[in-house]
């Protein structure tokens, strides 16, 4: 199968991207305690997720509770979580097609073209996921700035970007790239079976078009 390296870079950004994936959505970083003013001595650091809260206290180790009910949840909250949960669902079926759809697998045969449309499959799921991603982290950090900045809201219950946001970022381009190679290699297949297609139908007609007696 041609482009064989463009497949293999789709698949394993693709699965970088899967795991990214579900790291973002299990780490409890996505709103961290932010220290401000000019006291620089830390006694608790706050750390808040999908599912947990952390608090990492002064020479203690680190505390995490889950959240206790899910009707008392902030409908951002929920709404993220749901994203987040249909993302890696997403992800790792993405990523269970683009594998059936390899060049070693015999899932399809021999069938060239099926395993193409089976990559580029994989691969607009992988850009599926990437949105799904990107919806809750960005909507995340823009709640996150505009509190931070309010001046309604007290200094202690202010937060700052965590490194799970972070992380999502960094995942959803990664399944960008590796969703957007994959099309592009289910595109060029395509076109080159096209183009063998038609030269295939050329050579067809030439070898049974009839000689020219009267020439």
Known sequence: MAFY????AGLVLGFLGAVGTLATTLLPQWRVSAFIGSNIIVFERLWEGLWMNCVRQAKVRLQCKFYGSLLAL????????????VAVALSFIALLVGICGGKQIQCTGSNERA?????????????????????PVCWTANII????YNPAIHVGQKRELGAALFLGWASTAVLFIGGGLLCGFCCCNRRKGKRGSDFSQEIYE???????LYS
């Open 5 to 8: 390296p463009l497949q293999i």
């Open 74 to 85: 902030p409908p951002a909250l929920e709404a993220a979580r749901a994203l987040m949960c």
């Open 115 to 135: 395993k193409a449309y089976l990559l580029g499959t994989s691969g607009v799921l992988f850009i599926l996921t990437g949105i799904f991603v990107l919806i």
């Open 145 to 148: 700035i505009r509190d931070f």
């Open 206 to 212: 030439d070898d049974f078009k009839a000689p020219n």
